[in-house]
């Protein structure tokens, strides 16, 4: 009886704070919260502070469309806070918003994810966050820690695992044995560039303005980092506004092949980071990622392809997580049971 109550007013969640999208995983019950990490604001003319008009996924419809009195904001840059006063607005709100189908009693246990190079101020920002938008305990985990916890990789034990997680401000690589990060990289370079890069594609060669929603609608259906030659290329009608004849509205057609090639600086980004990481990789740990493979986690890895290209540069075997968008988050609630276990050593308090 007590083991069902306490089930039922559990408290403690695992956040995957990222820079495209914030999710939200309670133990017991999974993902409950899935939204887009943007904020929309209003300005009055006699006011120094605007205030939120929306938050997540109804925030997100207004890029683009707002007037000058309304702003859309992405409080995350990079994987950490740009934003400290709307990053703290955007927790509570999803908080609020989960707590209100009961899934948690007030006053959670949290635990936040971070890129593996966040730097102390950067982990303590997120952390002052989270405490302010009403969390009673926050602990803090490294993104590719969590993400391989998702994935299901054997973490704790001597042996080399090797994750690659692509989230929409930065991708993390990262080499694990023992409970601990042997290596970590953080570059710059994720969803949110890939989507610019097709918008620069689009603008350069077609002459045509596109906005950030319709990049990333042209990169979940055509998106792909390797055609092989039995692929079949791919179309779609893109509309936007024309640069040449003084913007009237415009369309185009972009094929598959386009977005591999708009892509390519990006991607080759975070091949070389991976490369560099195995360069650094220690002997034995190397064997063991040699036979086991690298595993994708995050919102990119589910780009067409990319693990084939990854694969292809470094002669390894290259697979995608079970619900990579999800990892890090369900892997933090991996983590917060450790917790719970006394098992504290994956955590950076600091």
């Known amino acids: 009886m007590f083991k069902f109550l306490s089930n039922l007013f559990n408290n403690e969640i695992s956040i995957d704070l990222g ?89 959670p246990k949290v635990l936040i994810s971070v890129p593996g190079k966040a730097s102390k101020v950067e982990r303590q920002a997120i952390k002052r966050a989270a405490e302010n938008a009403g969390a009673t305990e926050v602990y803090i985990i490294d993104e590719p820690m969590a993400a391989a916890l998702g994935a299901d990789l054997p973490v704790s034990e001597a042996c080399g695992s090797m994750v690659v997680d692509i989230g929409g401000g930065t991708t993390d690589i990262a080499i694990i044995s023992l409970s601990g990060l042997v290596y970590a990289e953080s570059v710059k370079v994720g969803g949110d560039r890939f989507n610019s890069d097709i918008i ?81 990789c220690p002997a034995e740990l190397s064997a063991d990622i040699s036979e086991r493979g690298i595993v994708m986690t995050g919102g990119g890895a589910l780009l067409k392809g990319f693990n084939t290209l990854i694969a292809e540069q470094t002669g390894l075997p290259v697979v ?31």
Request: aromatic content about 6%; some cysteine.
């Open 320 to 350: 995608v997580a079970d619900d990579p968008l999800t990892c890090v988050a369900r892997g933090g609630g991996k983590a917060i049971e450790m917790l719970t276990r006394a098992q504290r050593d994956i955590f950076q308090d600091e």
């Open 200 to 280: 620069d594609y689009v603008r350069r060669n077609m002459k045509i303005g596109i906005g950030e929603q319709t990049a990333e609608r042209i990169k979940e259906k055509i998106g792909t980092a390797f055609i092989q030659k039995e692929d079949e290329i791919e179309y779609i009608e893109v509309r936007g506004r024309s640069l040449q004849m003084d913007g009237i509205p415009a369309q185009c057609q972009i094929t598959s092949e386009n977005i591999r090639d708009a892509l390519a600086n990006s991607l080759n980004a975070i091949v070389a980071a991976v490369k560099l990481a195995l360069d650094a």
């Open 19 to 107: 820079t495209a999208n914030t999710l939200i995983y309670v133990k017991g019950k999974g993902i409950v919260l899935n939204e887009p990490t943007v904020v929309a604001v209003r300005h009055e003319k006699d006011s120094k502070h605007g205030y939120v008009v929306a938050v997540g996924r109804e925030a997100k419809k207004m890029i683009g469309r707002t007037p000058d009195s309304i702003k859309t904001i992405r409080p995350l840059k990079d994987g950490v806070i740009a934003d400290v006063d709307y990053t703290e607005k955007m927790l509570k709100y999803f908080l609020k918003t989960v707590h209100g189908r009961g899934f948690f009693t007030p006053d």
